[in-house]
């Protein structure tokens, strides 16, 4: 089970960290990533990361601004995010890849709830 969390509301231009823990089973050899889906739109990568911390994948919007991390012993997906803009708010879900090493959206298969973040202007 994947559990995210850290969503929230912030005006533009601030900075959130959201969190993703696992439990039962705990991912650690599987590639982990970041998606979002705002109103209206389909679900996107945002980021992912090897199952040992790299290599590590941005989706344009949010290369420069998003970091990705884990920490393999709490079982825990980070994804920092900074100069938050509004076409960043959606619903953030941290899903795990069938695989060590991921980018393909159709490989992550195990998929926790949603966080929203909105971003106010």
């Known amino acids: 089970q994947l559990q995210a969390s850290g969503g929230g509301l912030v005006q533009a231009g601030g900075s959130l960290r959201l969190s993703c823990a696992a439990s039962?089973?705990?991912?650690?050899?599987?590639?982990m990533g970041w998606f979002r889906q705002a109103p209206g739109k389909e679900r996107e990568i945002v980021t992912s990361i090897g199952w040992n911390g790299s290599p590590k994948y941005y989706a344009d919007s949010a290369k420069d601004r998003f970091t990705i991390s884990r920490d393999r012993a709490k079982s825990t997906v980070y994804l920092q995010m900074a100069s938050l803009k509004p076409e960043d708010t959606a619903v953030y879900y941290c899903a795990a890849s069938r695989y060590a090493v991921s980018s393909r959206p159709a490989d992550f298969t195990s998929w926790g709830q949603g966080t929203q973040v909105t971003v106010s202007s």
């Open positions: 039962g089973r705990t991912f650690t050899n599987n590639a």
